[in-house]
């Protein structure tokens, strides 16, 4: 089964500055999917960022991007220039490949547990 | 708003109880998913349909939970005797899932269950 792991329960950030929150995970597949979903204190997940195991470029969204490390098994999330509606919980999540063509097992996403980030003002 | 909508948002019930949430993903969304958030948790997988087929159960969705999706439509979750380890957000989340194509999930505000 996979699993993944969030190490930070917390993090804070000066607005306008730059923050990194990480992600590990543990899978045997080789062909996958990796996401970031914020959920603000109105408690509705919202994507932020997806990101295909068989690219090696890195997805951007805006002032989002990801430093996806494929033999590492690491996804981190970088916020650029941190704004106040940027507080939230996020949640990294991963979903495997195999069933989305079959329409078979392991389409559920698996979650980490989520970094509670602050901005600071 | 053509997003996921749950109906109702929150639902305090006793122990012992059957409880339904309902769910209707976005228009023409072809999967249907459940999970279940409990405080200080990432969300966990219950099952999920395509279209009013259900194809993966989890684990954790034990005998007294039982879900439908009748039309491929909107979808709902029954909890039967609801103990007080019930109590959670149950979040729903839709997506397109169109073969050869990343399948995103877009999710639901949750309902808020309150077992006493």
């Known amino acids: 089964a996979q699993t993944v792991t969030q190490s930070q329960p917390e993090m804070s950030v000066q607005e306008a500055e730059t923050v990194t929150l990480s992600c590990t995970y543990d899978t045997s597949e080789s062909d996958y999917y990796l996401f970031w979903y914020k959920q603000p204190p109105s408690r509705q997940m919202i994507l932020v960022i997806r990101q295909e195991a068989y690219k090696q470029q890195n997805a951007t969204e805006n002032r989002f991007s990801v430093n996806f490390q494929k033999a590492a098994k690491s996804f981190s999330l970088k916020i650029s220039d941190s704004q106040l509606g940027d507080a939230a919980m996020y949640f990294c999540?991963?979903?495997?490949?195999?069933?989305?063509?079959?329409?078979?097992?392991?389409?559920?996403?698996?979650f980490g547990k989520g970094t509670h980030l602050i901005i600071q003002p | 708003d053509t997003g996921v909508s749950q109906d109702p948002r929150h639902k305090i019930t006793k122990r012992g109880q059957n409880v339904t949430f309902r769910c209707d993903p976005i228009s023409e969304h072809n999967r249907l998913y459940w999970y279940r958030q409990t405080l200080g948790q990432g969300p966990e997988f219950l099952t999920y349909f395509q279209n009013e087929a259900q194809l993966e159960k989890s684990r954790l969705l034990s005998d007294r939970f039982s879900a439908e999706r009748p039309k491929g439509s909107f979808s709902t979750l029954e909890i039967q005797r609801t103990e007080q380890g019930d109590s959670a957000m149950y979040l729903c989340?839709?997506?397109?899932?169109?073969?050869?194509?990343?399948?995103?999930?877009?999710f639901g505000p949750g309902t808020r269950l309150t077992v006493l």
């Open positions: 999540a991963y979903r495997s490949a195999t069933g989305m063509y079959s329409g078979g097992g392991a389409d559920g996403l698996t």
């Open positions: 989340a839709s997506s397109l899932n169109p073969r050869g194509r990343t399948d995103t999930q877009y």
